[in-house]
């Protein structure tokens, strides 16, 4: 593998040894841990260490527990469908993005249930805040998206990141996740970046169909009921209405990461389907063609996003109507209504509001 391309990959054989026996004496992953397992001994950290010899290990060692405590402990309900229609072996999950941990977790979990290898998945080198979450990350058989406002390493980055990602899915034969977008969809509008699309055709030649072909593209949707981080992205838009920006504390990721596990979510719904290349009109003029497979992309989103009362009873609110009221009680409204009134400001809570009614009106746009 070209040098530049191991700087973002997951960690090798090799790298996974020397990473493990690193972490037995770093007391600030061991503390993360007792974190989540707060019955587990320093000793019993180190034995789970030492147990792992390779990112899937370390995955199951001390990842899974924390998302299946997720499921049973936030969700009223958790269904996936669609994996059983396609071979999982090599392919390229893209997804709409609403939760920083839980979007690609829930994946890994139900993999590791059916006895499927787990995936490779992004993350954003913003998350890796020091070098302790960026060991945990690439043994968490995650790689690197730089992340530049400069122009030309923008554009080094992305061939970079796009020759990668080709390589894993043709040649290393691994899957690999990635979400449709930079940063969590706050609005509940889920788009796919064209910046994306132009990113993975870096690496694929000029004929445009094939590239993409030869990606064996899935597209992923999450349906949450309950939205996680919904007050903090309600906030965040918030701010950004007003002030034109908004500036994250250091840490403010790895929180949503804890909130996000450990909000309650109600009913929770994955759907995976395969990009069908025939329903896109291909012109091999890549700014077009970009545009043509972002959308259906989003296409696919909208038509298997499972709404829920949520949506429902945020549309009849915001819009002061009763168009949806088969689809909730009385008692379900009061209880809606009681959760938007942790919305401090009349500004928050209509945000709050849209983050819920979007998801149904690209559904009803179809």
Not at 60 to 82: H, N, P
Not at 184 to 192: A, E, H, I, P, S
Not at 255 to 280: R, T
């Amino acid at each position: 593998m070209e040098e530049y391309i191991k700087a973002i990959a997951p960690y090798s054989d090799q790298e996974v040894k020397i990473a493990l026996i690193e972490l037995e004496s770093n007391e600030e992953f061991i503390k993360g841990v007792q974190y989540f397992y707060q019955d587990w001994s320093r000793e019993d950290v180190i034995l789970k260490l030492q147990s792992c010899n390779d990112c899937s290990d370390f995955q199951v060692q001390f990842l899974e527990k924390i998302i299946k405590r997720s499921i049973a402990d936030t969700m009223t309900s958790f269904e996936i469908c669609g994996l059983q229609s396609f071979d999982t072996s090599n392919c390229f999950y893209i997804s709409n993005h609403r939760d920083i941990f839980l979007d690609s977790a829930l994946l890994q979990n139900h993999l590791y249930d059916i006895g499927r290898p787990f995936t490779e998945i992004s993350l954003g080198d913003n998350l890796m805040v020091n070098e302790t979450l960026k060991t945990v990350a690439k043994l968490n058989n995650m790689y690197t998206v730089i992340r530049s406002n400069n122009k030309s390493e923008m554009l080094s980055n992305s061939i970079n990141l796009s020759n990668y990602l080709r390589y894993s899915i043709t040649e290393k034969k691994v899957s690999s996740w990635i979400a449709q977008k930079n940063g969590r969809t706050k609005d509940g509008n889920d788009v796919t970046s064209t910046g994306l699309i132009k990113m993975l055709l870096l690496s694929g030649g000029n004929d445009v169909k094939k590239s993409i072909y030869d990606l064996n593209i899935v597209v992923s949707t999450i349906s949450f009921e309950y939205e996680p981080c919904a007050f903090e992205k309600s906030n965040e838009l918030s701010v950004m209405g007003k002030e034109g920006r908004y500036m994250k504390e250091k840490f403010e990721n790895i929180n949503s990461i804890l909130a996000g596990i450990n909000d309650f979510k109600g009913n929770v719904k994955l759907v995976f389907e395969k990009l069908d290349l025939d329903k896109i009109s291909f012109s091999n003029i890549r700014k077009k063609d970009a545009v043509a497979i972002a959308n259906e992309i989003d296409r696919l989103v909208y038509k298997n996003y499972q709404l829920w009362k949520t949506n429902y009873m945020a549309y009849d609110l915001l819009y002061n109507d009763h168009k949806y009221k088969q689809h909730y009680s009385l008692k379900d409204i009061d209880s809606f209504k009681s959760y938007l009134s942790k919305a401090n400001n009349k500004d928050k809570y209509f945000r709050l509001l849209k983050m819920y009614v979007n998801p149904l009106l690209n559904k009803e746009n179809l």
